[in-house]
């Protein structure tokens, strides 16, 4: 029979093995259309990484048109959070759930002065 201790240890690091496994899944390449300010669809392709700490970083570049970094990335378990700075529209926040290779989540533009904020469903997938 295992001691008490000793099954809690296992399972204490099983359960962190899972995580960085999980974290792992989101470094990669991912690709969606959102509407763009203009209302016609945009590519958007996100490059992910995974550091220390489940924080992401990474780029996101919309139609070829501009490269930003993401900021305030995150991982926990299959969920993320980052942040994009457009100029136009200020920071918009994308949350998600990743599934295989899919994200599904939403993304949140912030009210700005003459523009109403908005929240948009947003499903990605992997291209690496």
Not at 75 to 87: A, H, K, Q, Y
């Amino acid at each position: 029979m295992i001691p008490l201790g000793r099954s809690i240890l296992v399972l204490l690091a099983v359960y962190l093995l899972a995580g960085t496994v999980l974290a792992a899944e989101a470094a990669g390449t991912w690709q969606w259309s959102q509407p763009g300010t203009d209302g016609r669809r945009v590519a958007v392709t996100l490059t992910l990484e995974v550091s220390a700490g489940n924080v992401l970083t990474g780029t996101y570049a919309e139609a070829g048109e501009f490269d930003h970094a993401i900021r305030d990335g995150r991982i926990s378990n299959e969920s993320i959070t980052f942040s994009v700075r457009d100029t136009g529209l200020g920071a918009v926040r994308y949350t998600g759930r990743i599934d295989g290779n899919t994200i599904n989540g939403v993304i949140e533009v912030a009210d700005q002065p003459g523009r109403e904020g908005k929240t948009l469903d947003w499903t990605a997938r992997r291209t690496d």
